[in-house]
């Protein structure tokens, strides 16, 4: 069974830029989420999808960062436009509907530098 | 407001002895409580949890300690091994109604293990 998959492993943007993140959840995993690592601090809850439907977003820092699911499979995180600040690593982890939290899988993240 | 801290950033060890991670939080609301385990270039892996009914929980090598009038957890990994070298993760969350919740976990900055051959 293949994992949650993050495209791209790395992107190096300068501000103001714009940048689209992918994420592949497991497949027939309802549950997606977006979780962002800032400069070695602490792993930060963006957002939750129930297939399609935005569960929880309560963890977008703001109006410049965009999640969408279509089709409820696949989702991207696009950064518009992007701040220094948003440099960090944004994990995706994905599992089933109703899974406990032992059963939350993340994929590898994708390391943004915002120069 | 950070609610779960981990204030040790950094923790080294000797291989085969007693690896002792610790975890404070400061939300009482918290009743689930779980260790993650991330080697570099990889995502955090789940390695271990303990509910809010439970003082202790033992899964081999690894073992998960809550002092709830404390709000402190901690991981002891006994008998250390390189292997484990990697970056600890403490996680804590709000159980729904019924029991589960679902994958909003409140996660602390992080403590590097490095266990020494």
């Known amino acids: 069974e293949a994992g949650v998959t993050q495209f791209p492993s790395h992107s190096v943007i300068e501000k103001g830029q714009t940048v689209t993140l992918r994420c592949d959840p497991i497949?027939?995993?309802?549950?997606l989420y977006w979780y962002r690592r800032v400069m070695g601090k602490e792993i930060k809850f963006l957002l939750h999808?129930?297939?399609?439907?935005?569960?929880?977003e309560s963890g977008m820092p703001n109006n410049r960062f965009l999640a969408e699911r279509t089709g409820g499979t696949y989702s991207t995180l696009k950064v518009q436009p992007a701040e220094l600040e948003d440099s960090g690593v944004y994990f995706c982890?994905?599992?089933?509907?109703?899974?406990?939290?032992?059963?939350?899988?993340f994929g590898s993240g994708t390391q943004l530098s915002v120069l | 407001d950070q609610q779960v801290k981990q204030n040790s950033p950094s923790l080294s060890v000797q291989e085969g002895r007693i690896s002792i991670l610790n975890c404070d939080y400061t939300?009482?609301?918290?009743?689930?409580f779980l260790w993650y385990k991330k080697y570099p270039a990889e995502g955090p892996t789940f390695l271990i949890s303990?509910?809010?009914?439970?003082d202790k929980n033992e899964d081999g090598r690894f073992t998960v300690f809550l002092n709830k009038s404390a709000k402190h957890l901690s991981l002891h990994i006994v008998p250390s091994q390189p292997g484990d070298s990697a970056v600890y993760f403490c996680?804590?969350?709000?159980?729904?109604?019924?029991?589960?919740?679902?994958?909003?976990?409140?996660f602390g900055q992080g403590t590097i293990l490095t266990v020494h051959p």
């Open positions: 999808f129930v297939k399609e439907s935005k569960q929880d």
């Open positions: 982890a994905s599992s089933h509907r109703r899974a406990l939290n032992e059963k939350l899988f």
């Open positions: 939300n009482s609301m918290f009743d689930y």
């Open positions: 303990i509910s809010s009914i439970k």
């Open positions: 996680a804590a969350s709000l159980s729904n109604a019924g029991g589960t919740s679902y994958g909003k976990l409140t």
């Open positions: 497949s027939g995993h309802d549950n």
